[in-house]
């Protein structure tokens, strides 16, 4: 089994930057990919950002310019860092993970946090 925990969360003004974590620790031989997605209220939960284990970084247009995604392969650990948040980017985030365990290493498992909330307001 892989658990994924998130951190990084809050309530900020409009304009203002938070950075979210998330670590994956159990039997994993690799992460082929990893990231965020989000669910707003009323909405279907949609991609933030994602990175392959090749590098790639893929952005939902809707954050391109102002979120980053970064990782540690060696700790199993992604970042967001959002800057410039809007009122829209209110909802509960969701980290990600296609993961390759050691039990099953031919069939990756894909792998869901327990959200946090980021909450942009005035």
């Known amino acids: 089994q892989v658990q994924l925990v998130e951190s990084g969360g809050g309530l900020v003004q409009p304009g203002g930057s938070l950075n979210l974590s998330c670590a994956a620790s159990?039997?994993?031989?690799?992460?082929?990919?990893m990231g965020w997605y989000r669910q707003a209220p009323g909405k279907q939960r949609g991609l933030v950002a994602v990175?392959?284990?090749?590098?790639?970084?893929t952005y939902a247009d809707s954050v391109k310019g102002r979120f980053t995604i970064s990782g540690d392969n060696a700790k199993n650990t992604v970042y967001l860092q959002m800057n410039n948040l809007k009122p829209e980017d209110t909802a509960v985030y969701y980290c990600?993970?296609?993961?390759?365990?050691?039990?099953?290493?031919?069939?990756?498992?894909?792998?869901w946090g327990q959200g946090t909330q980021v909450s942009v307001s005035a």
């Open positions: 990600n993970a296609y993961v390759r365990e050691y039990s099953n290493i031919l069939m990756p498992r894909d792998y």
């Open positions: 159990g039997s994993i031989s690799r992460i082929d990919v």
């Open positions: 990175v392959q284990s090749d590098g790639t970084i």
